[in-house]
């Protein structure tokens, strides 16, 4: 089985003479990151933005500082990217296709469906045992085929 690589975001801002290495990132979140920096680029701002690897990330901290720019944190440079890592990613019915992918699950609706439905939490999906373990009632999921809500959140699954 190959080894996943580990990808990181280097971001140069060259007008504060800063640099950040964030990650590491999901290998289909990077563009989430370049697209970041394209927009403040499109804004005006002097950005330069590479994926690099984890066996690049002392070659590329070492080449920065060696040019007088300072390391920092990326929230300093460019707002970060919304995390996608929860996001649902398989196919979801016609009634759920227009659905926050980050926020749904699927349940058992109690409704006029009374039976497994596609719903959308009235957060972002935690993960499964974050979910299952929080507090009845913290999340609400609505059943996105015919609108029942619901709290029970220990039987709902992705």
């Known amino acids: 089985m190959a080894k996943e690589i580990e990808w990181f975001i280097f971001i140069k801002d060259t007008d504060k003479k800063l640099f950040s290495l964030a990650g590491p990132?999901?290998?289909?979140?990077?563009?989430?990151?370049?697209d970041a920096v394209v927009r403040e680029q499109e804004a005006g701002r002097e950005l330069s933005c590479q994926e690099v690897t984890t066996e690049q990330l002392a070659e590329c901290r070492t080449h920065a500082l060696?040019?007088?720019?300072?390391?920092?944190?990326?929230?300093?440079?460019?707002?970060?990217?919304?995390?996608?890592?929860?996001?649902?990613?398989?196919?979801?019915?016609?009634?759920?296709?227009?659905?926050?992918?980050?926020?749904?699950?699927q349940l058992l609706c109690k409704g006029k469906?009374?039976?497994?439905?596609?719903?959308?939490?009235?957060?972002?999906?935690?993960?499964?045992?974050?979910?299952?373990?929080?507090?009845?009632?913290?999340?609400?999921a609505t059943c996105l085929r015919c609108g029942s809500t619901t709290q029970d959140n220990y039987n709902w699954y992705r």
Not at 25 to 34: A, F, P, T
Not at 79 to 98: E, Q, V
Not at 114 to 133: F, Q, T
């Open 25 to 34: 990132v999901q290998g289909n979140l990077v563009d989430d990151w370049i």
């Open 113 to 140: 469906c009374g039976s497994v439905r596609w719903a959308e939490i009235n957060k972002p999906y935690p993960g499964k045992d974050a979910l299952r373990s929080s507090k009845m009632g913290e999340y609400k």
């Open 66 to 105: 060696r040019h007088g720019l300072s390391e920092t944190d990326s929230n300093q440079i460019i707002t970060s990217p919304r995390d996608r890592s929860n996001d649902y990613l398989g196919k979801l019915p016609n009634y759920a296709s227009k659905a926050d992918r980050a926020r749904v699950v």
